[in-house]
């Protein structure tokens, strides 16, 4: 009898601990939807090849294509019509030096971190953008003053007719920008902004920030990405916001606008190149450093000869880094961890069965 309930209580854990593990599982989120719908909008852009304007080049940026390449035509983008702070970060990513706009620029802030000409946290954060992008000593600056914005009311805004609106895509860029300057400095503020849409929007029931909103839905979800893909993909939802957007999508690739359809198929593809590869913004970082730091070709040392056996484990290792990293980011080794947390937990009972069993004969 004793050994009997030994046994039913080892099983009723186990149970237990397959129900836990099989829920873990299937709160993740189906991320080859993501990858569908980034593949159709790069194909869209591949049709689609003229750049005409900022926005665009930012989008195919996001997507890891190169704007400036021979894939695509630049030659009739009018940086005039385009936002000082725009204009630099995209100059960054087409490899222009910036050095002259990012002067200009700077010299519009003052020691409080003031933009000159600011018409609010929507301009503002572009210009922190700017900033970040050409590693900027003012970054902090600003940085701070829209965290503390932010912070003031976890949600960025505007007053008209002495009522006040939230404005829910600038605080998905407000918390983006913060979150690439330095996310755990910034972590307070952010997670506050993203409870607040989450508290006062439909997004846990009907999955959208804003009803049908595409433009609003891809800004918010491209600030979440940007701050912990991992917390927006496995957080719980009724309808999961990613959803909503991805279903936008039309067969060749676009999405739909109830303002300008191109505006914001190119706001969608900065979200989805977001979570794939990482901020526009920190790539411009990145092509702006190395453009301000060039390497330098050592002339000076002999050639070293080739060791094709090193290069070919050099090139092995790499691969198997970049399975890795794939593989983590998807989520697709949760059935790994199940088998041997099952495993364990199997071995462990049978070694308990086995010494009950010896104390008894």
């Not at 007719?161 to 690439?180: F, H, K, Q, S």
């Not at 006062?200 to 893909?229: C, P």
């Amino acid at each position: 009898m004793k050994m009997k309930k030994i046994v039913c209580s080892l099983m009723i854990s186990v149970l237990c601990f397959m129900t836990a593990i099989s829920g873990v599982s299937a709160a993740s989120y189906d991320t080859s939807k993501i990858n569908d719908a980034y593949s159709k909008v790069v194909e869209y852009y591949k049709n689609n090849n003229t750049l005409n304007n900022a926005d665009k080049i930012l989008a195919v940026e996001s997507l890891g294509l190169e704007a400036e390449s021979n894939q695509f035509d630049i030659s009739s983008v009018d940086f005039s019509k385009t936002s000082l702070s725009k204009k630099i970060v995209t100059e960054v990513l087409l490899g222009i030096d910036p050095t002259k706009d990012k002067e200009t620029l700077e010299s519009q802030i003052d020691e409080n971190g003031n933009v000159e000409g600011s018409w609010g946290a929507s301009s503002d954060i572009w210009t922190l953008y700017a900033l970040y992008a050409t590693s900027s000593e003012k970054t902090n600056l600003l940085a701070d003053k829209l965290n503390t914005d932010l912070a003031s009311s976890s949600v960025c805004g505007y007053e008209w007719g002495g009522v006040y609106y939230a404005d829910y895509d600038t605080t998905g860029w407000v918390i983006e920008g913060l979150a690439v300057v330095n996310k755990e400095k910034y972590a307070t503020t952010i997670n506050k902004a993203i409870d607040y849409i989450k508290n006062n929007t439909t997004m846990t029931t009907t999955g959208w920030v804003t009803a049908d909103n595409v433009d609003t839905q891809s800004q918010v979800l491209e600030g979440m990405f940007a701050y912990d893909t991992n917390s927006l993909l496995n957080d719980s939802y009724t309808i999961h916001p990613i959803d909503c957007l991805l279903n936008k999508q039309l067969s060749d690739g676009s999405f739909p606008s109830g303002y300008n359809a191109e505006y914001t198929t190119a706001e969608v593809a900065k979200t989805l190149g977001t979570y794939k590869n990482g901020s526009v913004f920190e790539k411009a970082k990145k092509a702006y450093d190395k453009m301000m730091n060039p390497e330098q070709p050592d002339n000076t040392k002999p050639a070293q000869p080739t060791d094709t056996k090193k290069d070919s484990q050099s090139t092995n290792k790499v691969e198997t880094t970049n399975q890795k990293t794939t593989s983590v980011k998807t989520g697709d080794e949760t059935n790994v961890v199940i088998f041997v947390s099952l495993s364990m937990v199997s071995g462990g009972l049978f070694l308990v069965l086995r010494k009950e069993y010896e104390r008894v004969h």
